[in-house]
């Protein structure tokens, strides 16, 4: 239809149609409230017009219609808060087989790196029918990740991660926008989301690729000197950060929190903002010494350390993680 009419964008993902339809039904309850109201003013300004000789009486409020005129409608535009929050919470959580792609924004580009090691600028390749999950940053002030024909939105922000998901649903070339005024570049600050058939991505992926990721991670982890106080085989003056991925930690003030993606981030940078349990803040910042790219491979390697071996040469020398563990972190 879009071809003929074309009113909606592409629709390549599996959350377009899902979308669309919430914005049908919108527009129809729109435009059913708005055809009853005039049809009341037309009818109303017509039966009550003036009439020579006929004199105006007073009409009393009734408390039954205005309670059906406001208790029906509330209703109804209930249902929009339901339909959008259920679509809201599955653009929302990333499902746990999706192939992670990290994502860095900055004036006036998208910087993409692939697991795999793949590096691409202001284009991202990603096989159809893959769900595909961006961890995505911003160098320097607030961008938005916005690809039309997927339907998804996410602001990228300096300092922290954001994520979201998708799954392509057609082969083809979708423009990529940052949908957040970013500066006077801005308006240039677009790509293309490249989205192949499987044999024609493996092609492609074949080609190009420097490390993966989280054996550029484990490099840096090593020069660095992380490994020192990071230890895996003896209790060393850091925690063991293996199998931590998506677990709760216990923080010396108390407070539990998750180890996700943030939280390896920030402690990386700020490592006193969240001291472990049983430790102590000696901990330097890398805040400038790290770029925002191996800070990613970083968090990959981290997150690298709570996955099964997979056999695949970056995981052959990490750290066994019991199958309970293992468990776990399939289940989250
Ligand atoms: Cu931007």
Redesign the pocket.
């Known amino acids: 239809m879009s071809k003929f009419l074309p009113l909606w964008p592409d629709s390549a993902s599996t959350m377009s149609g899902q979308v669309d339809a919430l914005y049908i039904y919108l527009l129809l309850v729109a435009g059913v409230m708005t055809a009853l109201i005039f049809v009341a003013v037309t009818v109303l300004a017509i039966k009550y017009r003036r009439v020579p000789g006929r004199e105006a009486t007073q009409i009393e409020g009734s408390t039954i219609l205005e309670i059906t005129w406001s208790i029906i409608p509330f209703f109804v535009m209930l249902t929009f808060f339901i339909w959008g929050a259920v679509l809201y919470f599955q653009e929302r959580t990333p499902p746990a087989n999706a192939t992670e792609v990290y994502v860095v ?1 900055k ?2 580009m998208w910087k993409i790196e692939h697991m795999e090691g793949q590096r691409e600028i202001n284009e991202l390749h990603v096989p159809v029918g893959q769900n595909v999950k961006l961890i995505m940053t ?1 160098q320097d ?4 990740f916005f690809v039309p024909a997927f339907r998804i939105k996410q602001d ?1 922000l300096p300092g922290r991660y954001t994520t979201l998901w998708f799954k392509a649903t057609v082969p083809g070339r979708y423009h990529l926008f ?6 006077t570049m ?1 308006s240039g ?1 677009g790509g293309d989301i490249v989205v192949m058939e499987p044999q024609e991505y493996a092609q492609w992926m074949a080609v190009g690729a420097t490390a993966p990721l989280q054996d550029t991670g484990k490099e840096l982890f090593a020069s660095l000197g992380c490994a020192t106080c990071h230890r895996f085989d003896v209790q060393g003056r850091g925690p063991n950060l293996a199998g931590i991925y998506n677990k709760p930690v216990l923080l010396e003030d108390g407070r539990t929190v998750t180890a996700d993606e943030n939280y390896v981030r920030e402690s990386i940078l700020n490592p006193t903002a969240k001291i472990v349990n049983g430790f102590k803040p000696i901990m330097p910042t890398f805040q400038g010494i790290v770029s925002d790219e191996q800070l990613n491979a970083l968090v990959a390697y981290v997150k690298s350390l709570s996955q099964p071996p997979t056999g695949t040469a970056g995981l052959q020398n990490q750290p066994a993680v019991s199958p309970g563990q293992t468990q776990n972190v399939q289940v989250q």
């Open positions: 924004a004036q006036w911003s002030v607030i961008h938005s990228v940052c949908a957040e005024y970013c500066g801005h600050m």
